[in-house]
């Protein structure tokens, strides 16, 4: 995805965090008080389905992005997966082997 692509798909992740905050108000108290956010790994679309399986398969919230296809990516593609808010012990332990997200 292009640099314009990949914060366009970013700014639709934000609106779900924040309509999640709008209706879970103590989810975001909770959020609030450790302010944590990083942007990790560019995965393909196989390796966010298994990301998405073992987040389900321990409780922890998650969020896809499905891409319209109107511009770069074909209609239906996960662009991104959003993990959180939860346990950052927990997250860190599954995902602590991915690397930072970097556009080089």
């Known amino acids: 995805m ?9 700014g639709h992740a934000l609106f779900n965090i924040v309509s999640l905050f709008h209706h ?6 909770t959020w609030k008080q450790s302010r944590t ?11 966010l389905k298994s990301l998405s399986t073992v987040l389900h398969n321990h409780n922890i919230r998650y969020n896809k992005i499905i891409d319209a296809g109107r511009t ?11 993990i959180g808010p939860g346990n ?10 991915l690397p930072l997200y970097s556009k080089n």
């Not at 314009?4 to 798909?9: D, E, V």
């Not at 770069?72 to 959003?82: E, K, R, V, W």
């Open 72 to 82: 770069q990516i074909p209609s239906g593609s996960n662009t991104i997966l959003i």
């Open 37 to 47: 956010e990083v942007v990790l790994y560019e995965a393909s679309i196989e390796e």
């Open 24 to 29: 879970k108000k103590d989810l975001y108290e």
């Open 2 to 10: 292009s640099t314009g692509k990949i914060l366009a798909q970013l």
């Open 88 to 97: 950052s012990s927990v997250i860190d332990n599954l995902l602590s082997h």
